[in-house]
């Protein structure tokens, strides 16, 4: 039972999943840019996020959908960006999504 709890919970992040516009970190919390306001993100928001991303990223691929990677090129003596959160999947969150 417990199993089925998780994916039903899992499944409810994918409805709701409403990816903030811009993110921030202030006093160690993450908040992110909805509709004009900051709204403080818990840890299970970032993570039902996260995942909502990953499987829509996963769809678009099965799909052969178009997607979007961007690349930067830190060059000597600039400072790279560093993530709000990383995940050991590989997955980040950056300031600007």
Do not use: C
Not at 32 to 47: K, M, N, P
């Amino acid at each position: 039972m417990r199993s089925t709890r998780s994916i039903e919970k899992f499944l409810e992040g994918l409805k709701k999943a409403v990816f903030p516009d811009r993110y921030k970190e202030e006093a160690g919390k993450i908040y992110g840019l909805v509709a004009g306001e900051w709204q403080e993100l818990t840890d299970d928001e970032i993570e039902n996020l996260k995942e909502s991303f990953k499987a829509q990223h996963l769809e678009d691929l099965k799909a052969f959908r178009p997607g979007e990677i961007e690349v930067k090129i830190v060059k000597d003596g600039e400072e790279e960006e560093k993530p709000l959160r990383s995940w050991p999947d590989g997955y980040y969150l950056y300031s600007d999504g």
